[in-house]
């Protein structure tokens, strides 16, 4: 079997300052945004998109760590074949097509509509 990496203080410390930026960044760019955004497109439609936000937040616990999951049984594959690694992506990427194909059969297509002012 392959040896585990160690994990090394500079490393560790490297990867959660990574991960933090990760985080905070969008957060700082949607503060600095959302005010236009409610300017453009006034407050009812927010709301709109607002509540498609949400939606889209909820149906992404669809995923229950199949990303991640996937991720990690690549990198294993990875160093065993190459083929077994495409296959397993392909497959990842096709459960992930139709978990978004259910969330927006769910959630229906009339936000898009309400955002451009159609009824």
Known sequence: MAETPQIHGTLLA???LLNLL?????????LATIPYIVRGL????????????????????LDLGLGQAASQEITVTECAT????????????????????VAR??????????????R
């Open 22 to 30: 990760g985080q905070v960044i969008p957060l700082l760019i949607g």
């Open 82 to 101: 190459r083929d077994a690694a495409r296959r397993m992506q392909k497959e990842e990427g096709e459960h992930r097509l139709m978990l978004n194909v």
């Open 42 to 61: 006034g407050t009812e439609r927010f709301g709109v998109l607002a509540i498609a936000w949400v939606l889209r937040g909820y149906f992404s616990l």
């Open 14 to 16: 490297r990867n959660t």
């Open 105 to 118: 059969e769910v959630a229906g297509d009339a936000t898009p509509r309400f955002l451009v002012g159609g």
